[in-house]
């Protein structure tokens, strides 16, 4: 089993910057698919970011949903066995519990959760 633990959600303006940090209990480098999702207030659990591991040159890429994209950066840290969502430009509609996701042969894992509210 692994455990995950999210921080960095917090209470920020519209425009403003955030770093979500996942901590994973063990090592992240055998994980093919890396993600943050976000539920909001009475909505399904959405979607946000992946980054997706080549199964021979061990290499990342990544996606991210359209509602993100040019605004937020997922990263990994091997040596730290920690994700990253550098989100930046937050508007009021990034309001969430956003959740990181590690997905590999030994299962599929999810962390507790961490809230970003975008409010002036």
């Known amino acids: 089993q692994v455990q995950l633990v999210e921080s960095g959600g917090a209470l920020v303006q519209p425009g403003g910057s955030l770093r979500l940090s996942c901590a994973a209990s063990g090592s992240i480098f055998s994980f093919n698919a890396m993600g943050w999702y976000r539920q909001a207030p009475g909505k399904e659990r959405e979607w946000v970011a992946i980054?997706?591991?080549?199964?021979?040159?061990?290499?990342?890429?990544?996606d991210y949903a359209d509602s993100v994209k040019g605004r937020f950066t997922i990263s990994s840290d091997n040596t730290q066995n920690t994700v990253y969502l550098q989100m930046n430009s937050l508007k009021t509609e990034d309001t969430a519990v956003y959740y990181c996701n590690l997905n590999g042969r030994i299962g599929s894992f999810w962390g507790q959760g961490t809230q970003v509210t975008v409010s002036s």
């Open positions: 980054a997706t591991r080549n199964i021979i040159t061990r290499s990342l890429s990544t």
